[in-house]
């Protein structure tokens, strides 16, 4: 076993390596591991309970790259929340390269989450609730053809050794902090709503006890298989890089969609077109998003959907008018880059 990175310099470029090998990852088609706080903006701040030692690793890598780094921008954060995913998983070493960037001897006393100032103030969010407790591992999928079965299977083998599976009815819990499982909680998420989901992903999730949880541009599900491929294109909806459905329809159909979620998986609204929010989104466009998106799902599916997530992962503060809408036309949970917020 190699020696323990004792120097923030030698971990700081180790950890920037690790993060430029992530430029060659097809994430049209893997498996991206990765981590969410859950905030419940619905009840008090929780106190702080400094009890876990997975804050102060995260906060470690943290500090080292906001030193070297410190004009941090979301992706950046974003590739060190996957880094610190590859390392932290129990049993991602049978699915991943990646080498080590810390040895256990090497880690810092749990309470200390400290980052120099000029870091991201999301970055102490994230080590406070990772340290809290508050923390739920997710890995994302977006496409996953069958050429990639085996790979999928590999890695969701060594999730079933690790994790419990976070369905409908523990997600509160999960939420406010109560997870009553001694192993940690696992949700796959399967993004943009592809028909290999259903014929590649989901009997593997099944055969492993873990719930789906799909999110979808409601649109998307509905437009004709001609239609598909031309829209994914200028939506950024990335198929997988080799068609195995050519010719034919690569989204699922709303019939499919109603019968995965009559076997306990959970849809979740992407947006209706696969779109972003900005400073400059028009109220009009942001109604079509959020409020018919809603709609259209709802109706679609015959059940309630109360997920919502956007395109590049806003969070709540980040746009008062899309946060007035969501909380107005009744979703409860907004994913975003790096939380699960619960709206009301």
């Not at 981590?35 to 030692?53: G, H, K, M, N, S």
């Not at 749990?110 to 980052?115: A, C, E, K, V, Y």
């Amino acid at each position: 076993m190699s020696s323990p990175l004792t120097s923030a310099d030698t971990l700081a470029d180790h950890l920037i390596a690790e993060i430029a090998s992530l430029d060659g990852k097809p994430y049209e088609e893997i498996g991206v591991p990765t981590f969410f706080i859950t905030e419940d903006l619905t009840a008090a701040p929780p106190v702080r309970a400094v009890d876990d030692a997975l804050g102060a690793r995260f906060a470690r890598l943290a500090r080292a790259l906001a030193t070297r780094s410190p004009a941090l921008q979301s992706t950046d954060i974003g590739n060190l929340m996957e880094v610190f995913a590859d390392r932290e998983f129990p049993g991602f070493d049978a699915v991943t390269p990646h080498r080590r960037l810390f040895e256990p001897d090497a880690h810092p006393a749990p309470s200390d989450l400290s980052l120099p100032p000029t870091a991201p103030p999301v970055l102490t969010e994230i080590a406070e609730g990772m340290a809290g407790s508050r923390a739920i591992r997710a890995v994302n999928f977006h496409a996953t053809p069958l050429y990639h079965a085996a790979e999928f299977r590999r890695q969701i083998a060594a999730y079933a050794r690790a994790f419990e599976p976070v369905t409908p009815a523990n997600f509160a819990a999960a939420i406010a902090g109560d997870w009553p499982y001694a192993r940690p909680g696992l949700i796959p998420m399967l993004f943009e709503g592809f028909r290999d989901n259903l014929d590649v992903m989901l009997p593997i999730l099944e055969e492993y006890g873990f719930v789906g949880w799909f999110f979808v541009p409601s649109i998307f599900l509905g437009l004709s298989p001609h239609e598909q491929r031309p829209f994914a294109a200028v939506h950024d909806l990335d198929p997988a890089l080799q068609d195995e459905y050519p010719g034919e329809r690569i989204a699922l159909t709303w019939e499919e969609a109603r019968e995965i979620r009559r076997r306990g998986h959970v849809f979740a609204c992407h947006t209706r077109t696969h779109s972003a929010v900005t400073a400059d989104t028009p109220l009009a466009m942001l109604e079509d998003e959020i409020v018919v998106a809603k709609a259209e799902m709802e109706a679609a599916l015959g059940g309630e959907v109360d997920i919502f997530c956007w395109l590049g992962g806003t969070a709540i503060g980040e746009h008062p008018e899309a946060d007035r809408l969501l909380r107005e036309s009744g979703f409860r949970y907004l994913f975003s880059n790096f939380k699960i917020q619960r709206l009301q």
